[in-house]
């Protein structure tokens, strides 16, 4: 061991240890479980940031085994470690966080962390470092470790900010870097690839076959992306709300926030950027747009804060959300919509909704050693049998109110040669069949229409479906 390798080595905990800041996940969990708190938080502020931070980690806890580490950091310190070499967790992090990590990864000698009377950040946390140790190395990642760089023998750099990289990167002994391109992470983050959803809000008039209406497709395509934006924002904001659920997830942890490739405090500032967007586009819209797209932004924070926990609720709630897509489309062009398919989409997609739902209980089931309360839902194992019956019963029951449909006078006005839409009936029965029966054989993705859009034989059905509606037109 070198000497600049053998002076006890201080490491950050925040963007450096783990790639999150880890008193923003401890808000976020804060408001969900506790909302009230939102009214205390400034009261708590004006005592100092210690004393926010020591209130937050008194109601909430992060699990460590779960945080987003910086793994070539992590496997560096590990053999560090191994060559006997001390390493201090100094970081501003309240010490119960900062203890709780220190005890899961048993790297650490000693830990320096904020209490309720100190923060531990800039010139206090170089004060604490150089009380104990006269000379130091440090592993750091922005601004707010410069002072302690400067006085660092040794400087390690782990994701480091623009300016670190600018300030430093002459200077650095060992440079760290495990980050996720920037842009493919807000795309991921607003969850474009979910805007597919809400080509329902063209369903209207389609069906009432308005396909050379210029007005009502430019007001048909204002009104997706409208409620694009609005679907984005929550996505983003149920990310946020997520954060110590979606870690505890296998494929979920890999989300952009709970991975910590994006800044959980770039969300708190996307949430309401796009909400603006989304907002704005209803200028060019009929006033009911706005009153639908509203009331969808309050179900849908209602759903993200509270009613995702509640069983059965979840389901039928996002049903409905669903639905209201529909509804949007029909205000948004002014296209009458039938009872008939705002019935058939609710039961179609509250099947849907409890396939993603008995699809995340079966991966539950597969890991007996997972703690199910964990992933902060409101169905256990035991419910699978119960999920199954509901599922495919809303489905069955979905294809039912379309075969009613069929012999409604409404199809007779729309279409000259009716009898083809019967064709699409068998194309239902098999789709819906074969979704209930992959995800009970456990090979469906817990999002169902994110499986479609890749599956072959959704594409096939889909253009034999699309060719019977044409030849009845």
Known sequence: MSDRESIPLCVDLDGTLVKLDTLHQALFLLLRRHPASILKIPGWLTKGKAYLKDQVMQRVSLNAAVLPYNGKFLVWLKKEHALGRKLILATASNYRTANAVAEHLGLFDDVLASSADSNLRHGNKLAAIQEKFPKFGYAGNDAADFPVWDAAAEVVLVNPSPAAMKGYA?????????????????????????????????????????????????????????????????????????????????RKCKRPFASGDLPIAIGAMLTPLLVAISLSLCAFLPPPFLYVLLTYYVLTTAYSWRVKQVAVADVLMLAILFSMRIIAGSVATATPVSGWFVEFAIFF???????????????????????????????????????????????????LVFTMYLGSERVVELYSRPHFLWALCPLLLYWVTRIWHLAWRGKMNDDPLAFAARDLQTFVVGAIGITALLYAI
Not at 362 to 378: F, I
Request: hydrophobic share 50%; net charge negative.
């Open 170 to 250: 002459l200077k650095a002994d060992h440079i760290f870097v495990e980050q996720r391109p920037a842009g493919a992470m807000f795309i991921k983050a607003m969850r474009c690839h979910q805007w597919l959803k809400n080509v329902l809000v063209f369903s209207p008039m389609l069906l009432a076959h308005r396909f050379t209406d210029t007005a009502a497709i430019v007001q048909s395509v204002i009104a997706f992306f409208a409620f694009s934006f609005a679907a984005s924002a929550i996505y983003v904001l149920n990310d946020l709300f997520d954060l110590s659920a979606d870690q505890h997830h296998p």
């Open 349 to 399: 997609f509250l099947s849907l909704a409890l396939v993603k739902r008995l699809s995340e209980l079966r991966e539950m089931k597969e890991k007996a050693d997972e703690d199910n309360t964990q992933r902060e839902r409101g169905y256990a194992v035991e419910d699978l049998p119960l999920l199954l019956g509901f599922g495919v019963s809303s489905g069955y029951i979905a294809i």
